[in-house]
Structure formats: C-alpha cells, structure tokens
C-alpha cells in the first residue's frame, strides 16, 4: 500500500506541474514577441436640416455619408511578458471615403434668399497626426490596453474660394482652409472613439493568448453615436458603427 500511495502522488505531482509552469510565465519568467496591427473600419451616417433663409421659409437639408477604412500597421515588434506587460506603437495609413449630398437656399446678405443649389460634394478620409500607441498592463488573467496617442482620422476638406455647390467644404480667404461638414468625423470624433482610451473602453485580451504562440484577434465594441442636437437642427439623425479589430501576429524571440 506504501508504494501504491507514492505512485498516487508522483502522478498529482507531475499533472500540477503544467499548472505551476503558466502560472509562472505570468511572473515575467517568459517573453513573447507580437506583430500588432489594427483597423478601424465602418460606416457613418447623418442628417441634418434646418431653417436657412427665414424670410421665406426655405430649408436646408444635408446628408453625409463616411466609409472608414484605416490600418494601424506594426511600428516594431511589441514584447510581452506577465510582469511588464506590452507596449505596441503604430503607423497608420488613412483610408476611406466621404460625401455630402443635398441641397440649401443661399443667401443674398440681406434677408433675401435665391433658388436651392444642390449639394454633391465627395472627398477622402484622411489624417494628420498618424502615430498611435497602445500600452497593456497585466490586471489579473487579462491584459488591459489603452491608447495613449491616437492617429486623427477625419474628413478632408482644403478649398481656397467658396463654391456655391460646397457649402461645407469651402471657405473664403486668401490661404486654403480646411472644413469639415456638420457632425462627421472630425467634430464628433467618432473614428477616435472607437479606439480604447480611458474615455471610451479598454482592449481586454487575454495573458494566455499573449504567452502563446498562435495568431489571433480581438473586435473591440463599437463606438458609440453622441447624438445629434434637435433643439436647433431639424431633422438632425444619425446612424452607424465604427468598429477597431486588434491582430496579434506571433514573432521569433532572438536569444540573448
């Protein structure tokens, strides 16, 4: 009986230790190398109307649509281990598209208005700033991301003289000016929403999968809409998700 017990234990023993081996390599005991890349991807809708010329009675009516497509390759090879976590960086290259559709009274400068112009207006969706960070820290069996910096992913819009055909995108003066349409990218900040950042979500992945060795990805929810202002705009709608897919690709860790 002595000897069957010690057979009894040495097998506990030996199936404890796969379990003991994970939970040190969360200790910072093993380094993982990733390839991570990102996009940002979805569409965006909106519109917007109201009373342009009081003295007839005459309204405008626009309606804009953005397709979003952006990818946030590999800046360098992100390491990871259990007790640092990770810090990845970016280089994103814009991609996309908007338009502006409808029509609006001009005005004479007086209180007058002439006949509507149509709207039809389309350009891309581009960026200024284009670095992005995201940092992890391990909290437990996840590591939590948030982006520190982000790339700026609006619409662009550079016209030197007004055009009566484009009212949103234009604007007088003797250097180009850039302007972006009512509630698009750029001034509800939707694309940038759809990024983890303290104020929106964090990237929640899992420690097991970054000790890993195999591919695998992770869609983050949809940014929320904020919501268009009734009290003045009439109507004033919107519609649409923008959604960011975080891809971790496995890399070979040089010995040192």
Same mark, same amino acid.
């Given at each position: 009986?002595?000897?069957?017990?010690?057979?009894?234990?040495?097998?506990? /023993?030996?199936?404890?230790?796969?379990?003991?081996?994970?939970?040190?390599?969360?200790?910072?005991?093993?380094?993982?190398?990733?390839?991570?890349?990102?996009?940002?991807?979805?569409?965006?809708?909106?519109?917007?109307?109201?009373?342009?010329?009081?003295?007839?009675?005459?309204?405008?009516?626009?309606?804009?649509?953005?397709?979003?497509?952006?990818?946030?390759? !590999?800046?360098?090879?992100?390491?990871?281990?259990?007790?640092?976590?990770?810090?990845?960086?970016?280089?994103?290259?814009?991609?996309?598209?908007?338009?502006?559709?409808?029509?609006?009274?001009?005005?004479?400068?007086?209180?007058?208005?002439?006949?509507? /112009?149509?709207?039809?207006?389309?350009? !891309?969706?581009?960026?200024?700033?284009?670095?992005?960070?995201?940092?992890?820290?391990?909290?437990?069996?996840?590591?939590?991301?948030?982006?520190?910096?982000?790339?700026?992913?609006?619409?662009?819009?550079?016209?030197?003289?007004?055009?009566?055909?484009?009212?949103?995108?234009?604007?007088?003066?003797?250097?180009?000016?850039?302007?972006?349409?009512?509630?698009?990218?750029?001034?509800?900040?939707?694309?940038?929403?759809?990024?983890?950042?303290?104020?929106?979500? !964090?990237?929640?992945?899992?420690?097991?999968?970054?000790?890993?060795?195999?591919?695998?990805?992770?869609?983050?929810?949809?940014?929320?809409?904020?919501?268009? !202002?009734?009290?003045?705009?009439?109507?004033?709608?919107?519609?649409?998700?923008?959604?960011?897919?975080?891809?971790?690709?496995?890399?070979?860790?040089?010995?040192?």
């Amino acid at each position: 009986m002595p000897r069957l017990m010690r057979w009894v234990a040495a097998l506990a /023993v030996a199936a404890l230790l796969p379990a003991a081996a994970a939970a040190g390599a969360g200790t910072g005991e093993k380094e993982t190398a990733w390839s991570v890349s990102a996009t940002v991807t979805g569409t965006y809708q909106n519109t917007v109307g109201w009373l342009a010329c009081p003295a007839t009675g005459e309204s405008a009516l626009i309606h804009e649509r953005v397709v979003v497509d952006t990818t946030l390759g !590999p800046a360098f090879t992100a390491r990871f281990t259990g007790a640092t976590g990770m810090v990845a960086r970016f280089r994103a290259t814009q991609g996309g598209t908007w338009s502006l559709s409808g029509s609006y009274p001009p005005t004479d400068g007086d209180s007058g208005c002439g006949a509507q /112009v149509p709207v039809s207006y389309a350009r !891309p969706v581009v960026g200024h700033d284009r670095r992005a960070t995201i940092d992890f820290a391990v909290r437990g069996r996840r590591a939590i991301g948030y982006f520190s910096e982000f790339a700026e992913i609006v619409e662009s819009a550079v016209y030197a003289a007004p055009d009566p055909a484009k009212p949103f995108c234009s604007q007088s003066g003797d250097e180009p000016t850039r302007v972006v349409p009512l509630y698009g990218l750029g001034s509800t900040s939707l694309a940038a929403r759809a990024a983890p950042t303290p104020n929106t979500f !964090p990237a929640r992945v899992p420690v097991g999968k970054l000790l890993g060795h195999k591919r695998f990805s992770v869609l983050l929810p949809p940014a929320a809409l904020e919501g268009c !202002p009734t009290f003045y705009y009439t109507p004033c709608e919107e519609s649409g998700q923008i959604r960011m897919r975080l891809t971790f690709t496995p890399k070979v860790v040089p010995r040192r």
